[in-house]
Nanobody, 122 residues
C-alpha cells in the first residue's frame, strides 16, 4: 500500500512537502514516482527516484522547483515543492514500479497511492 499525504492550500510562491508511506513490500526494491492530475486533464509524470535515491528524473515544468527524495529506512518518498504556481494545482499521486527509474509513463507503474490534493492560489 501507498499512502500519500501533505497536500493543502498554498499561495503562489509558497512551498509544500508531500510524503508517501509504503507498506507491504520491500520498499527499497522499487522505483518511486510522483504523478499529478489536474481537473479535466490526464495524469502526468512529475518525478521519479531510483531504488537507492541516487538518480532522479523530473518533468521540465518542475525542474529547479521540486525535489524528490526517499528514506528507505522509513519506507517513505517525499516531494518537496517550492515556488509553487497555480498551474501546479492537481491531485498528486505516488506510485512505484520494479525496473528503470527513467520510465515516466503512467501505465508502467504498478502500484498507486490514493492521491493528495494540492491547490495553489494566485
Amino acid at each position: 500500500q501507498l499512502q500519500a499525504s501533505g497536500g493543502g492550500l498554498v499561495q503562489a510562491g509558497g512551498s509544500l512537502r508531500l510524503s508517501c508511506a509504503a507498506s507491504g513490500r520491500t520498499f527499497s526494491d522499487y522505483v518511486m514516482g510522483w504523478f499529478r492530475q489536474a481537473p479535466g486533464k490526464e495524469r502526468e509524470f512529475v518525478a521519479t527516484i531510483s531504488w537507492r535515491g541516487r538518480m532522479t528524473l523530473y518533468t521540465d515544468s518542475v525542474k529547479g522547483r521540486f525535489t524528490i527524495s526517499r528514506d528507505n529506512a522509513k519506507n517513505t518518498v517525499y516531494l518537496q515543492m517550492n515556488s509553487l504556481k497555480p498551474e501546479d494545482t492537481a491531485v498528486y499521486y505516488c506510485a512505484c514500479r520494479d525496473g528503470d527509474y527513467r520510465i515516466a509513463v503512467v501505465d508502467e507503474y504498478d502500484y498507486w497511492g490514493q492521491g493528495t490534493l494540492v491547490t495553489v492560489s494566485s
